[in-house]
């Protein structure tokens, strides 16, 4: 029951920030249920468990409803993340770079390079960019060691656009996004390089640096609410529109 109700709320949470339920509609138990294929019970405990993520809210008439998010609560989601990963690069930094994880940022960087080695990206070539993206970020969290860092910065990534790669479908095919990508993924080089090196203060201030192209890439999402609906339907939790 446990592990079929953690199922059912990551599934819930996936649908949530793929867009699928606009703001102001109603969650209701029974077609969710049905959609899960699975009963009222576990669906139940998941909503209940994404209100406490504040991913939704409860509905006026009973139950709950897909709420909507605001511009700046997304940016302050992503300040967050900066101060905390950038905590996590200069624990990384102070404790030593293990063998095992040199050579598993080291394989990171290699996926990047691969992914970025094209002139015009397709829709795979993203998706090996985003893996490789989360799987970078999550080893510098997992090395850092700290218990209470990496739930901090696991309940913070749950909000929409706040964790890692959620920022990066809206790089699309044209040539401009593609070149902001390149600049993080340098940034990736740098930050490896400085935490090998262990300069704490400067693994520090280039991940926070790092964090806020994030923040660009929104801003440059909200400039442009049609395009970006098109490559991440989750924008709708901002405008409020198909």
Known sequence: MESQQTRVLVQLRDLILKGEFAPGERLAEVPLAEKLGVSR????????????????????????????????EIADSIAVRGHLEGMAARLVAEHGVSRQLSLDLRSCLRDGDRALSKSGMNYDDYALYGAMNDRF??????????????????????LPFAAPSTMLPMQNADNERQQWMVYAHLQHHTLVHVMEKGEGARAQALMQEHVSVAQMNLDHALEQPETAAQFLPAMRLMFGHH
Do not use: K
Not at 50 to 71: A, D, H, K, W
């Open 41 to 72: 019970t576990p669906v139940r405990l998941a909503l209940a468990g994404l209100e406490q993520e504040g991913l939704i809210e409860p509905s006026p008439t009973n139950g709950y409803m897909m709420r909507r998010f605001t511009p700046r």
């Open 137 to 158: 970020h999550q080893l510098i969290v997992d090395a850092a060691g700290n218990s209470a860092l990496a739930r901090a910065i696991d309940m913070n990534n749950r």
